[in-house]
């Protein structure tokens, strides 16, 4: 989720902007960027129930359109970017947390960097990461699956573009705890933190930037004579090769600060949940140890399924009808229109409540035919903002999993599915609480 969004956008609609017609105003429901709210996604689903399935939240400054009819939802991912922007609807939410100067002249975005060709240079990393991962492991131990996940996507992450030497060492280090400190992902996995986050006027991130333009400098300097082994860094590098040293230096660094940050949005979690899933489910696990690609692809999209609690949504800029199904709504600018993937994703037909990759026909949700609109369940988007990293992203977690169940045997410490954190509305769900496995190398089952 990242785009380029006009920082100099100016707030132009004084009064409140009026949809026509008037869907039902949920009333005393927030979004808890605005209000304290324990619980966003079971408040939003209190409010379907009350006002059905197309209703507007006012929350602080803002006007939301939630739908969740079939209708609303498939008329949702065709709205034209130029009207409804995912872009800056995006922005409006990371810039609660991340510095505005992230966003200006960025030259390379996260959409330039998943052609055919790149994929295969991500997937050497993944297998580079996860050798260094099971170097880190040992032959036994113990882990907390998100915390282990997060940092085989740093490895993944900072190998693939972050240039010469920033997934080794003490520069990967470096910087992993500055993107941690950075993560644009808290302003929807912790919203109710970012009030503070405004009150410290971003020092901390402000902070980290510096410590991760520092850190991709000093790749930027390595880079002459091993570009070819850095094709996405250098490829960065070369999109700022008509500015002076520092300028260029500070561009390219932003850019890949920026893509980052969005790949932390979804793949950690998600891995981490594929991994959980599998532990919890010893069919499957034992097929995906013995090198079943196929299943462990349509595991993985069905844990994203079940995880998913991402808020979709399009801020209007010019204006849009909306086509719900019981009516057309003419939605003005200054509205976000939204739906939620929690509240569709598992209920949208019979059965959908349950963990089963034979959900999946590869790719596709196997029995789209039941449900009232094909869109109504999702892992990674629908229409033109769709997830461009949707293939690199199957292919890590996969080849991640088959690894590591093939080397390891696990044991976790949970008897029940873990639950996510309840202030997260975006992305997929983070756990509350820690998920520690033991795990032992295989070959060493039979040792003492
Ligand atoms: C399992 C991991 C991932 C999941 C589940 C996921 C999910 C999604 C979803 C649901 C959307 C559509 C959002 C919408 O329509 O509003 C999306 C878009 C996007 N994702 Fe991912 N994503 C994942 C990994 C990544 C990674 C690793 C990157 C890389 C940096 C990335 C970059 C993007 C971008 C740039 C878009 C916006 C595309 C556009 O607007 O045209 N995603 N993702």
Redesign the pocket.
């Known amino acids: 989720?990242?785009?380029e969004a006009p920082l100099r956008q100016k707030k132009v609609f004084m009064t409140v902007p009026l949809i026509s017609p008037m869907p039902p105003v949920a009333s005393g429901v927030g979004l808890p960027w605005d209000a304290p709210i324990d619980d966003p996604v079971s408040a939003l689903d209190g409010a379907r129930r009350s006002f059905g399935d197309t209703f507007v939240v006012d929350s602080g400054e803002d006007r939301y359109l939630f739908t969740f009819s079939p209708s609303g939802v498939a008329c949702f991912?065709g709205l034209p970017e130029d009207r409804a922007s995912?872009?800056i609807a995006d922005w409006r939410m990371l810039r609660r947390k991340l510095p505005d100067e992230m966003f200006v002249g960025r030259r390379v975005?996260?959409?330039h960097?998943?052609g055919r060709e790149d994929v295969t240079t991500y997937l050497a990393n993944v297998e580079l990461a996860v050798d260094a991962t099971i170097d880190e492991l040992g032959s036994a131990g113990e882990f907390d699956v998100f915390g282990m996940a997060r940092r085989l996507g740093h490895r993944v992450?900072l190998a693939s573009w972050g240039g010469p030497g920033s997934a080794v060492g003490e520069r990967f280090d470096r910087l992993v705890r500055a993107f941690d400190t950075l993560d644009g992902a808290e302003s929807f996995v912790h919203p109710d933190a970012m009030s503070l986050v405004a009150a410290s006027g971003k020092s901390a991130e402000r902070g980290a930037l510096g410590v991760i333009l520092e850190e991709l400098g000093e790749s930027r300097q390595e880079l002459p004579g091993v570009e070819d082994r850095h094709p996405l860094f250098a490829r960065v590098v070369a999109a700022w090769s008509d500015q002076q040293a520092a300028e260029g230096m500070i561009g390219s660094g932003l850019d890949v600060a920026l893509?980052h940050v969005?790949?932390m949005?979804?793949?950690f979690a998600?891995l981490g949940w594929h991994l959980i899933d599998l532990i919890g489910h010893p069919a499957e696990c034992a097929r995906v140890r013995s090198g079943d690609r196929r299943l462990a692809e349509t595991c993985a999209l069905e844990s994203?399924r079940m995880a998913?609690r991402?808020i979709?949504?399009r801020y209007v800029v010019k204006p849009v009808e909306l086509n719900v199904g019981s009516a057309v709504h003419a939605v003005p600018p200054g509205v976000t229109v939204a739906t939620l993937?929690p509240l569709t994703n598992t209920s949208a037909a019979p059965g959908l409540d349950a963990w089963d990759p034979n959900h999946w026909n590869r790719r596709r949700l196997a029995d789209g035919s039941k449900l009232a609109a094909a869109e109504l369940v999702?892992?990674?988007?629908?229409?033109?903002?769709?997830?461009?990293?949707?293939p690199?992203?199957?292919s890590a977690?996969t080849l991640a999993s088959t690894r590591l169940l093939a080397e390891y045997e696990f044991d976790p410490s949970w008897s029940r599915r873990p639950y996510p954190v309840v202030a997260q509305i975006g992305g997929?769900a983070r756990s509350a609480l820690p998920c520690h496995v033991r795990y032992r190398r295989c070959r060493d089952r039979s040792s003492p």
Request: charged share 5%; aromatic share 12%; glycine share 10%.
């Open positions: 989720m990242i785009f991912y995912k872009g975005l996260p959409q960097l998943f992450g893509i969005a790949s949005s979804n793949l998600a994203i998913q991402s979709m949504s993937l999702t892992a990674f988007g629908h229409g033109r903002h769709s997830c461009p990293a949707q690199f992203s199957l977690m997929v």
